[in-house]
């Protein structure tokens, strides 16, 4: 069993940056890829960034491609996600998920709590 708490929501004007956490606890973080999903109101969960066990390979959705970061510190147990330029648009709860790496919720086992992000005009 994996247990996954983010931190680092908030609220940020348009261009502004947050950094999410995501830390893991339970059985080994290293083997698993991470992602990020988000969910606004009214919509469904959708993927925005994942990346490998080792770190070298992400990969980040149209929509935030070349302003969101995802990392990950293994020795650390935590993932990140560092969001610049954000848009009144990226506001949602921002969640963490494991193992799987796919760009469906639905393969995903292990899920945070949710933080939430909320971007003013």
């Known amino acids: 069993q994996v247990q996954l708490v983010e931190s680092g929501g908030g609220l940020v004007q348009a261009g502004g940056s947050l950094r999410l956490s995501c830390a893991a606890s339970g059985r080994a973080f290293s083997p698993y890829r991470m992602a990020w999903f988000r969910q606004a109101p009214g919509k469904e969960r959708e993927f925005v960034a994942r990346?490998?066990?080792?770190?070298?390979?992400?990969y980040y959705a149209d929509s935030v491609k070349g302003r969101f970061t995802i990392s990950r510190d293994n020795a650390k147990n935590t993932a990140y996600l560092q969001m610049n330029s954000l848009k009144p648009e990226d506001t949602a709860v921002y969640y963490c998920a494991a193992p799987s790496g796919s760009f469906s919720p639905y393969d995903y086992t292990y899920w945070g709590q949710g933080t939430q992000v909320t971007v003013s005009s």
């Open positions: 990346i490998t066990w080792s770190g070298g390979n992400t």
